[in-house]
């Protein structure tokens, strides 16, 4: 299985990136973590990206916040799918990264999640790997079987918490 590249500005953003690795582990899909600014590393942050297909990687995640400019820089650099995700910063709740991260210009994408979207944006990682992987598929399937469950399983007790 083509594994997953997660790279992060900062390690202040690890909480986020946490909830993806969780994510990943759980589906049992291989990944790999560093932590790369597109504004203090540059050069690593490009060097990654550039190598990341003949790396054996399969899809990107990139989370910053603030200027959040790495995940655009990173999608420079590869044609591999990156998925970024904007982090909450001192102001503004994250507005600033969600909008540096999700209006890129044409012809470089950059599929942005919510702001600390960490679980979600292993989610689409996992279904863009899944296109050619039935296992995976599968997994996936169940997953979203179990978590229709567990809103059902609150819809059945609503009315007594009231
Ligand atoms: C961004 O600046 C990082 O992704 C992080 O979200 C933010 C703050 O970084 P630190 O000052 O905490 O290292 O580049």
Redesign the pocket.
């Known amino acids: 299985m083509k594994r997953v590249g997660i790279v992060?500005?900062?390690d202040?953003?690890l909480p986020v990136i946490k909830k993806a690795a969780d994510q990943l582990t759980a589906l049992g899909i291989p990944f790999e973590i560093h932590v790369y600014?597109a504004?203090r590393t540059p050069a690593e942050a490009r060097d990654f990206a550039l190598n990341a297909r003949g790396n054996g990687f399969g899809v990107i995640i990139a989370a910053?916040?603030?200027a959040?400019h790495?995940a655009g820089a990173i999608a420079a650099n590869t044609t591999l799918p990156v998925i970024g995700i904007p982090?909450q910063?001192p102001v503004m709740d994250g507005l600033d990264a969600l909008l540096s991260t999700v209006q890129m210009p044409t012809g470089i994408p950059v599929a942005t999640v919510a702001v600390n979207g960490g679980a979600n944006a292993a989610l689409l990682a996992a279904q863009i790997l899944a296109v050619e992987d039935a296992e995976l598929a599968a997994k996936l399937d169940a997953k979203r079987a179990k978590d229709a469950a567990a809103v059902l399983e609150k819809d059945k007790g609503i009315a007594e918490r009231l």
Do not use: Q, V, Y
């Open positions: 992060m500005g900062s202040s953003d600014s504004h910053a916040g603030m959040a790495l982090c910063g």
